[in-house]
Structures are given as C-alpha cells and as structure tokens.
C-alpha cells in the first residue's frame, strides 16, 4: 500500500490517510487487548524477522545482532576508527556513525563482515526531503550499507501522512537496494502514531522501523518494540535503540520482538557488564 499521486489529487490522498488511520486503529486496539488478555497463553511466534531467545546462549551470541554506534557531535576521527576496530573484535552486524565518518569506518571495516552505516536527517527529521535523500546518496558513496533516516517527527503529529509517506519514499528510493530503517522518535509518539508511522513506514519500502535516536527523549522500550512488531509483521524489522546498556536491557528488547539492536555500550553488553552509557 503507498500513495504516490500527485497532491491535487485530494480524493486519492484522503482515501489513503483515512486507510493509514483505519489501520492504525485496528493495531492498536488489537495490540490493547493482547496485553489486556494476560491469562491467555501466547501463540507461538514465526520465527521470520525474529531471533530465537533460545539461541543467545551467553552475552557473546548477541554480537550479530547490535549495530555499534557512536554518534555524538564531539566524536573525532580517531573515535570512529576505535569504533571500528571493537566492532571488527566483536563481530558487531555494523557500526553506526553520521554519515561524514562513514569513510573513515568503511576503510577500517573493509574485509570484515562488519559494515558501515550512516544517520540521515540526524536527529530531528526535520530536514527537507530532498537533502536526507542526498545525504543518503552521498554516504552510500563513502560506504554505508545501511542508511538509518529519521522520520518527518512534525509532519507525523501533524498528521500530514502523505508528507511521512513522500519523505520515507525519496531516502528508500535514493538508496536503491541498500536497507532503510525509520527511526521513529518513540518517545516523542503516542501509540496511535506510532503504528501510523510503522504502517507508513512499511508502505514506503523500508526495511526496518527504529525507535530512537537517543538524542530526544527517552529511548527504547520493550513495550514499543513489541508494539511495533505486532505492525510491521516478520517481513519488516525492528531495530531497538537508545538505553541498551546490559546484556540484560539487549534479552528484553529481543524477547519483544528487535532483531537489531543499537548501542554504544555494546562492548559491555557482549562481556557481561553493565554501561553507564547514555546511547
């Protein structure tokens, strides 16, 4: 589902907003009475688009899971090599930076299963769409193999879903076959819109929805993960982040439903101890 018709098509356009918010509606309400029906047990989960619990036998086995980050305004060069350097010890899926350090990681990775990818739009989503799809383009040029985009927050609460839809659509279109996720900003949403923005997300192409930039707000939490899993199904994931500082905060958010995690404390999540990380 996506619009993609010319805005004076004012009929196409309030057909897919009203379908958005129809959509919406039946997550959450869904979504409710699942956590409402507690004595009920749960039907077993597909395994697609999930990890098996099961198979995170010890801190280490979470490795492939987490995308290393470090994105602080501050972090210098040699920060991002250090980065790099702990992700290829580690066996971290990717390292996460903005996208002006994506070269620097991308040459410290090379040869490594590891791989680069880069914030666009980073943190406020507010930036037109145009320059996060030419940021997307520019960091896919330095390296990235992923590009996480922050969602048009203003736009969302303002319901202008077409708007959501159309900046969603130009990054997942800039980035040709390299995976997109949407961050969602979750602290910032309430339930109804973050199903909108799931719904929304997934209709424009991406690959997976986030919840956080650690940068507004508080971060990830078991409830939103799962919550947006219930949307997206098993053919879109999830990426928590934002507060992941244990090994223990990592089981949660898998439990839940993440099949991607974003920390900075990732070296102490996968050696059993706990950060004093803010990310």
Known sequence: MGYSGAMSDSED??????????????????WKGAREAA???????????????????????????????????????????????EARQHGFATVCVNSSHVATAAQVLAGSSTVPIAVVGFPLGAALSSAKAFEAREAIAAGAREID????IGALKSRDYALVHR????????????????????????????????VLSKAAGAAFVKTSTGFNGGGATAEDVALMRRV??????????????????????????????????????????VSTAKY
């Open 232 to 273: 997206v199904g098993e053919d879109v994931g999830v990426k928590a982040s934002g507060g992941i500082r244990s090994a223990e905060d990592a089981m949660k958010m898998v439990r839940a439903g993440a099949n991607r995690l974003g920390a900075s404390a990732s070296v102490a999540i996968v050696t059993g101890q």
């Open 39 to 85: 004595s009920t047990p749960p039907a077993p989960r597909p395994s697609m688009g999930r990890v098996d619990p099961a198979s995170l036998r010890t801190a280490a086995d979470l490795a492939p899971y987490i995308d290393h980050t470090l994105l602080k305004p501050e972090a210098r060069a040699e920060d991002v090599v250090k980065l790099a350097e």
């Open 13 to 30: 356009l309030f057909k897919f907003v009203e379908d958005i918010a129809d959509q919406a509606r039946r997550h959450l309400h869904g």
């Open 149 to 152: 985009m922050v969602v048009h």
């Open 167 to 198: 900046d969603i659509a130009a990054v997942v279109e800039a980035c040709g076959p390299v995976p997109v996720k949407v961050i969602l900003e979750t602290s910032q949403l309430n339930d109804e819109e973050k199903v909108i923005a799931c």
